[in-house]
Structures are given as structure tokens and as C-alpha cells.
């Protein structure tokens, strides 16, 4: 199993919070401060609603049901870094602190996902996403995206991979200044220009480095 640096904690919210709410608590001291990334997810009632309604439609025998793992949120690699694995090599190391996110209203630090570690490949048309050694750890995708339908998904994930996990196909996306939102799934692809790019990347998914 590929080791991480973050660790996520899950509340359903009180009935004043209507809507998802993180609230990071991101080490500042960058390189050589080190420290987890803790994410503290308030799930609202409707929201858990929802899901039991969508685990309900899915496949009561797959693996990926018995794993917390999958099918909830998924930290964004590139901010909250592994400490090895097959992935950039900049997404190895200690978690990117505020100061290093030039832009931290648009960097995309949590989102709903298939695993709990997510990257932009992974919503990328035209990019194979490997994390770790087993089939679990490359399960995440966003609920909803397009390109899902080309994607080869474990039993019991088609419903939400593809169809999405909440209505019009939208997703919830909390960033690196703690604000959330609620977005199209569609929105998050990660799309190969002509010239060999990548756009919608940069600072979404990638933050720039200031």
C-alpha cells in the first residue's frame, strides 16, 4: 500500500452547515517543517443521504465496498503528496504548505473521487494514472466525468463513475483556502492540446509554485 501524507476526517456537519465544508489544517513551514495535512470533512445530512442512496445501486459484492477508502473524497496529489509510489516525482515528498500555492482560491485540494487519492491524469483525456502496486489504489476518477466511459473500472463503480454521484452530474471540489464549491464534474477535465499541453492543469490541479 503506497503511504501518504494526509489523513481526512469525516463529520456529519450540524444542521447550520447546508452544504460540504473543509476545513485544512496544511503544515506551514514547507520543506523541512513536515507534518500530515489534515483534511476535516463536514458531510451535511442530505449529502449522506445521497450517498447511502447511490452505495444502495451499487454492487453489494465488490471489494471496493468493504475498503473506507473508495468511493468517498480524494486529496488532490499534487498538493498533499505521497512518500513513494509510482507517480511525479514531484508529487513525492513533504505536503506543499499555503505559502507554496500562489493561488490557493483555485487549487483544488479535495474533491469527490473514487479513491482517496486523487490527480489530475486521473481526469486527464489522454493520460493512464498509476499510484501504487495494487487495482485499489487506481480506482480514483471523478463521479461523473466523460472520459469515464473509456476507462476500465472495477465492478461496482460504473453506476458512480459514470453517471455521476450527485444530480446534473456535479461534484463537490474544496480548495486550498477552504472555500467549496459545488461544480460540473466536467469542468475538472484535464484536456491535451495540439501542441502536446495540458489545459485546465495548471493551477487546478497542479498549483503554481510561487
Known amino acids: 500500500m503506497t503511504m501518504v501524507n494526509f489523513r481526512m476526517e469525516f463529520t456529519i456537519a450540524p444542521p447550520l452547515v447546508p452544504r460540504l465544508m473543509v476545513i485544512p489544517k496544511v503544515p506551514e513551514a514547507g520543506p523541512g ?32 465496498n468493504k475498503d473506507i ?16 509510489g509510482n507517480v511525479d516525482p514531484n508529487e513525492i515528498g513533504i505536503p506543499r504548505s499555503l505559502t507554496e500555492v500562489s493561488r490557493p482560491s483555485q487549487a483544488l485540494l479535495i474533491v469527490d473521487s473514487g479513491y482517496t487519492i486523487i490527480s489530475w491524469r486521473h481526469a486527464a483525456d489522454s493520460f493512464t494514472a498509476t499510484l501504487g502496486n495494487t487495482d485499489i489504489e487506481d480506482t ?32 463537490n471540489v474544496g480548495f486550498a483556502d477552504g472555500h467549496v464549491t459545488r461544480t460540473k464534474a466536467e469542468d475538472l477535465l484535464v484536456k491535451k492540446t495540439p501542441d502536446g499541453h495540458y489545459q485546465n492543469k495548471f493551477p487546478l490541479w497542479v498549483p503554481d509554485s510561487k
Do not use: W
Open 33 to 64: 517543517g513536515g507534518g500530515l495535512i489534515t483534511l476535516r470533512v463536514f458531510i451535511p445530512k442530505n449529502e449522506q443521504k445521497d450517498r447511502d442512496s447511490m452505495s444502495v445501486q451499487a454492487d453489494k459484492q465488490s471489494k471496493l
Open 140 to 171: 480514483s476518477y471523478v463521479p461523473g466525468l466523460s472520459i469515464n466511459r473509456q476507462r476500465r473500472l472495477q465492478p461496482g463503480q460504473e453506476i458512480d463513475a459514470v453517471y455521476g454521484r450527485h444530480p446534473q452530474k456535479t461534484v
Open 69 to 84: 477508502l473508495c468511493g468517498n473524497y480524494g486529496a488532490n496529489l499534487s498538493i498533499c503528496r505521497m512518500f513513494d
